[in-house]
Every structure is written in structure tokens, then in C-alpha cells.
């Protein structure tokens, strides 16, 4: 993890020398940019990790079981179905039909 903030420090450091080294505004102006967009993106990138890594700690958690039994009391469940049962054809069966084709 320290390396990690030194690499950024690093590159902060080393863009503050490009700039103040720099003369024209328009190479200082896209140097930050650059590195404006470049930090940007990390935190985006950093912030939707832990967002997940969260979303997923708290998921395990959750006891669906436990929760469905809950709902189950005080909800009244209302299930219909229709079946319908057919006898196989036999073999002899199916060649009679093909016959009368």
C-alpha cells in the first residue's frame, strides 16, 4: 500500500518539475490535464472497487433462507397448475400411423 502512495507522489512530483520547467502555457495546461483525467480515472476506478467489494460483503450476509421464511409469514402463496397426462404411443402404434398417411 505505501508503494502505492509513493508511485503517486512520484508522478505528482515529477509533473509539478515538467511544469514549472515548461515555458508555454499550452504544454503546462495539457500536463495537467493529463494528470487531472489520469487521477480521475484511478479514483473511479478505486471508489467502484470498494463499492463492490461492499455490495458483496453485504450480500453474504444476508441469511435468504432466514429472510424467505419472514416473507413467508405474512405473505399467503396462491399456486395453479394444469396437467395433463397422455399414454406413450408404441412403437407399433406410431408405425400404424405413418402407414395410414
Known sequence: MANNSDDKKD???DTLKKILSSGSPTEIS???LT???G???KAKDDVALKVTNEMIG???KIDFVKEFSKFAENH???IT???EIFKKETSKEVAE???EE
Open 76 to 78: 399467503k402463496f396462491k
Open 30 to 32: 495539457k500536463e495537467i
Open 35 to 37: 494528470t487531472v483525467l
Open 81 to 83: 397448475a394444469e396437467v
Open 97 to 99: 400411423k405413418k402407414d
Open 11 to 13: 508522478k505528482l512530483s
Open 58 to 60: 453485504l450480500v453474504r
Open 39 to 41: 487521477q480521475a480515472l
